[in-house]
């Protein structure tokens, strides 16, 4: 499977709204293949805050939101918080696990 | 609640091998519908998958990866293990394991498998 592509930074004040992009070729981002995102603060393992392109575990913000489109996939971020920041990574699972190169969020 | 717990060794020199062990709480490596996962993350913060083990199935692995790493269930330590040999710098890594769930099942065919759980990782580090 091809790896997956995401912008390397985003950035927004608090209270703004962003979305982090995921495309993916080969078709590792489609209606096959589920996405889940991860948000990773630093020397914390990932946590998982969208899987099955759209849902939420339990106890994740409703502000975090999941979408796709064709073969790129969307994490929206709203109402944003300091804590918020932190780098984001996409991931969808095929007969193989592949990541996205991580976004780093900053938050004006 | 779920936990994972990552341990082993934290220097290796070049070109041993390294051994990797993830002790599992709070669920069985034996239950049924889910994979048991490996994943690295390198200095540049890049996570790579290594691979998958199912109690009673085969272990597959990333493909670059096939030849070095191994990966097994200690059913009776309720432990996940990864061995990685000939290591080099590149492996320099923090090791993850990580439970992997499917989102729906049906008819005991299971699909959409996402990782719902990790450890907190285990840094390595490989250095003659």
């Known amino acids: 499977q091809s790896a997956l592509t995401q912008p390397a930074s985003v950035s927004g004040s608090p209270g703004q709204s962003i979305t982090i992009s995921c495309s993916g070729g080969g078709g590792v981002v489609g209606s096959y293949f589920l996405v889940s995102w991860f948000q990773q603060h630093p020397a914390k393992p990932p946590k998982l805050i969208i899987f099955g392109d759209t849902e939420r575990p339990s106890g994740v913000s409703p502000r975090f939101s999941g979408s796709k489109s064709g073969d790129t996939a969307y994490l929206t971020i709203s109402g944003l918080q300091a804590a918020d920041e932190a780098d984001y990574f996409c991931c969808t699972s095929g007969t193989n696990i592949v990541f996205g190169g991580g976004t780093s969020l900053t938050v004006l | 609640q779920v936990q994972l717990q990552e341990s082993g060794p934290g220097l290796v020199k070049p070109p041993r091998g390294l051994s990797l062990t993830c002790t599992v709480y709070?669920?069985?490596?034996?239950?049924?519908?889910?994979?048991w996962s490996w994943i690295r993350q390198t200095p540049g913060k890049s996570l790579e998958w290594i691979g998958n083990?199912?109690?009673?199935?085969?272990?597959y692995y990333k493909p670059s990866l096939e030849g070095r790493v191994s990966m097994s269930l200690d059913t009776a330590k309720n432990q996940i293990s990864v061995t990685l040999t000939s290591l080099t710098a590149a492996d320099t890594a923090v090791y993850y394991c990580?439970?992997?769930?499917?989102?729906?099942?049906?008819?005991?065919?299971?699909?959409?498998?996402?990782?719902?759980?990790w450890g907190q990782g285990h840094l390595v580090t490989v250095s003659s």
């Open positions: 083990v199912q109690n009673g199935g085969s272990p």
């Open positions: 709070g669920d069985s490596v034996t239950s049924g519908n889910k994979f």
């Open positions: 990580a439970r992997y769930v499917p989102t729906f099942c049906s008819a005991h065919v299971c699909s959409g498998f996402y990782l719902d759980t």
